[in-house]
């Protein structure tokens, strides 16, 4: 079973900094990472996927890497806004199905 | 619409009583997915479906759970004599293919008194 850590719980930082979160999953065998955001009280916004065959994925001023080797990802996220604030989980599709496996998340506070 | 839509946005029961929730999925998006999100648990995987049938049901809590997908479409997730333990949000989402990108919806919260 896939198991996905995301360090750290909390970040806060304050506006214009860029942003660093980290997700370390298990099995390497995954076959897609998936980065969403969640406002308080909403459903997930998904980000950015990376498959498998890929190393890294950006949007706008995010940027999503994938080391299937060492069993990580790491998104990041430039010149931080107050409107980045929100809680970011990354999630692994393993390559026999599909659905993903959360990591419990990183809540990040950006200070204006 | 555009996206992933699920009904009700909020549902309150009372222990013992059955609920359904509804997911409309984005049109032409053969697979669904129902997720659960709970303070203790996380988020955590309960059954996927390909077109109408089930290949998995392997997160589904209990036999009090079930799920159906009508047309390729729309899907209900039934829950029979609700527990405390049972309240969460609900979450659906869907994907274009089986290995593709997953969208979600706002989700269900539901409250088990």
């Known amino acids: 079973k896939q198991e996905v850590t995301q360090i750290p719980a909390a970040l806060s930082v304050p506006e214009g900094e860029n942003l660093v979160l980290n997700c370390s999953f298990t099995?390497?065998?995954?076959?897609?990472l998936q980065w969403f955001r969640q406002d308080p009280g909403k459903g997930l916004t998904s980000l950015l996927l990376?498959?498998?065959?890929?190393r890294e994925q950006t949007s706008g001023r995010l940027n999503a890497s994938l080391d299937k080797s060492s069993g990580r990802s790491t998104l990041y996220i430039a010149a931080s806004q107050p409107g980045d604030s929100a809680t970011y989980l990354c999630?692994?599709?393993?390559?026999?199905?599909?659905?993903?496996?959360f990591g419990a998340g990183t809540t990040v506070t950006v200070r204006a | 619409g555009a996206g992933v839509s699920q009904s009700p946005s909020n549902k309150v029961t009372e222990k013992g009583k059955d609920v359904e929730l509804r997911c409309d999925p984005i049109?032409?998006?053969?697979?669904l997915y129902w997720y659960r999100q709970s303070l203790g648990q996380g988020l955590e995987f309960l059954i996927y479906?390909?077109?109408?049938?089930?290949?998995?049901k392997s997160g589904l809590p209990s036999d009090r759970f079930s799920a159906e997908r009508t047309g390729g479409s729309v899907s209900t997730l039934t829950i029979q004599r609700t527990q405390q333990e049972d309240s969460a949000v609900y979450l659906c989402?869907?994907?274009?293919?089986?290995?593709?990108?997953?969208?979600f919806g706002p989700g269900t919260r539901l409250t088990v008194l």
């Open positions: 989402a869907s994907s274009f293919t089986y290995s593709g990108e997953q969208f």
């Open positions: 099995d390497s065998a995954i076959y897609n």
């Open positions: 990376i498959q498998s065959s890929q």
């Open positions: 999630a692994g599709a393993g390559s026999n199905d599909y659905k993903l496996s």
């Open positions: 049109s032409g998006h053969t697979a």
């Open positions: 479906f390909q077109g109408n049938s089930a290949p998995d």
